[in-house]
């Protein structure tokens, strides 16, 4: 599903007032029509029976407000309608819908945050309305103004909350929360969905999401270029690649998996599971000799190796690094695809074998963990892959470390400028994980839960992303993909032993369930 930009819905606005000439009240008539039928859906009885208050600023999202306050009034419900804001700062169409509520008989009041009579008013409603803010807002809302005021007030109340066009206080483009925001239930938003109610806070404070036509010409629509959207079931279906009725191992990828370290042995073995139980034909483990009988005794169907070689334990560091580079080179003569990182360590000659390996391979590189650490105050290794498949797989903390900027609060832009400087894949990921390219597309997870926020999750995700990629899959699609898939299985698990109970394991466990859906079955 796209997602759209402040900017874009304004163009939108523009092209279906100036070049369609659609009148503008239409446009806000529809819109008022269609929050005013998420409020009556909200109700718990009939209209007579239920009250309304509907908080209203003075821009257009206001004049929204003010539309479903009427069509809300004339449907038998008691409402109050509230001028968050000046009267004199009202738009031509939002003063037009304040005309069409006074010649019903209902006014439009001013906002008074000392008011009572008002506060009370709207905690005995059964439905809230926030119009207050639409989807220009950009600056923090003043703690001490009458819209922080108003904004505590929504918050505060018991009715079902439903937004229009965004929750107010939330920041169209990013999700971060400017100040304050409303907690809405519901948000019925135009044309298209926003970035903002995708990602971040914005995507808790929006409650559920309905996408709703108000009358602006569907091609304008289609032929807006949004960068960033949400994954979906069909991308995820699109990302399983086709397996030969006839083929063997050998046609169904090879990868090597290069990690782990003394304490940390569980990691290497759930990326290596992984990959084995999504697809992958051959799956290699090469570990440090110090692990690897713990491996060997783990694993069945991956292949573990000692990255050194075994045997002589009096060589000195420097030989065992060079030995471990050339087992790794070695068998990635035999392999499509590398993930390297997972408990690996942050020891100084790991970090050095880690980017020995990033620049001498040609092959597509899944990079996980310490092989993400490895690059701190060395980003030129991964500058100098641009042209050759790298896939990065951060959570925020290891993000910092080698140069991402969350300071703005917005995850899908700060993944996208990352992955275009740097000319590499970026999964980002957390809450709504966003996966992006080096085109500067990007791509925002709907599945997981927190069961997902244990340690050994990460490992799974990045054997499945190193799985569908050596499958055929392209770097963007088994990245993006395998997010979904790794997040619908985590929902099966919690679903089967709750977010507090589930494991890695079980994640891993449910990854038939997932491709069995996909797949129609």
């Known amino acids: 599903m796209k997602l759209a930009t402040a900017a874009q819905m304004r163009e939108l606005d523009r092209r279906a007032i100036e070049e369609r000439n659609i009148p503008s009240i239409d446009l806000m008539e529809r819109a008022a029509a269609e929050v005013a039928q998420a409020a009556l859906d909200a109700l718990p009885d009939r209209p007579g029976k239920c009250r309304a208050a509907v908080f209203c600023g003075a821009g257009n999202n206001g004049g929204d407000g003010i539309g479903a306050a009427r069509l809300l009034f004339l449907m038998g419900l008691k409402v109050r309608v509230f001028l968050v804001g000046d009267y004199d700062r009202l738009t031509p169409d939002a003063m037009e819908e304040t005309g069409r509520l006074s010649e019903c008989g209902t006014e439009l009041e001013v906002f008074d945050p000392a008011d009572r009579a008002q506060a009370a008013w709207a905690k005995s409603c059964q439905v809230i309305i926030d119009a207050v803010f639409g989807v220009g807002l950009s600056r923090d809302i003043a703690p001490e103004s009458k819209f922080a005021a108003a ?3 929504i918050n505060a109340c018991q009715g079902t909350v439903v937004s229009a066009d965004i929750a107010s206080g939330v920041e169209t483009d990013t999700g ?12 019925v938003t135009f044309s298209l969905k926003k970035i903002g109610q995708a990602v971040g806070d914005g995507f808790l404070l929006s409650g559920d999401v309905s996408v709703r036509d108000i009358g602006i010409p569907a091609d304008l629509a289609r032929e807006t270029v949004c960068p960033v959207q949400t994954v979906e079931a069909d991308f995820a279906a699109a990302a399983l690649p086709p397996r030969k009725p006839d083929g063997h191992k050998g046609d169904f990828g090879k990868v090597l998996v290069v990690g782990g370290s003394v304490g940390y042995t569980g990691a290497p073995y ?4 992984a990959a084995v139980r999504s697809g992958c034909g051959l799956v290699y483990l090469g570990v440090p000799d110090s692990i690897w009988q713990v491996e060997a005794s783990k694993c069945v169907t991956a292949m573990p190796f000692p990255l050194a070689g075994g045997g002589d334990e009096l060589l000195g560091r420097r030989a065992r690094l060079c030995r471990a580079f050339s087992s790794v080179m070695d068998t990635m003569r035999r392999c499509e695809v590398l993930a390297i990182g997972p408990g690996l360590g942050r020891d100084r000659d790991t970090a050095v074998l880690v980017r020995e390996i990033l620049l001498s391979t040609e092959k597509p590189v899944v990079l996980d963990a310490d092989g993400i650490n490895a690059l701190e105050g060395h980003i030129d290794s991964l500058d100098s892959r641009r042209g050759r498949v790298t896939i990065l797989t951060p959570h925020d903390g290891e993000f910092a470390r080698v140069g991402g900027d969350l300071s703005q609060g917005g995850r899908a832009g700060a993944a996208r400028a990352f992955a275009q400087e740097h000319g590499c894949v970026l999964v980002l990921k957390g809450h ?8 500067g597309n990007a791509l925002v997870n709907t599945t997981g839960n927190s069961g997902l926020a244990k340690g050994g999750s990460g490992d799974v995700l990045t054997g499945l992303i190193a799985s569908l990629l050596a499958q055929g899959a392209s770097p963007v699609m088994a990245a993006a993909g395998a997010v979904w898939v790794h997040g619908r299985a985590g929902d099966l698990a919690a679903e089967a032993l709750t977010e507090y109970c589930m494991t890695p394991e079980d994640v891993i466990a449910a990854f038939p ?5 996909l797949q129609g079955n």
């Open 270 to 273: 759930l990326t290596a599971s």
């Open 513 to 517: 369930r997932v491709f069995s859906e």
């Open 432 to 439: 709504r994980t966003v996966t992006a390219g080096p085109e």
């Open 176 to 187: 971060r929360v400017l100040g304050r925001a409303v907690r809405a239930d519901r948000t």
């Open 151 to 153: 904004v505590d007030l």
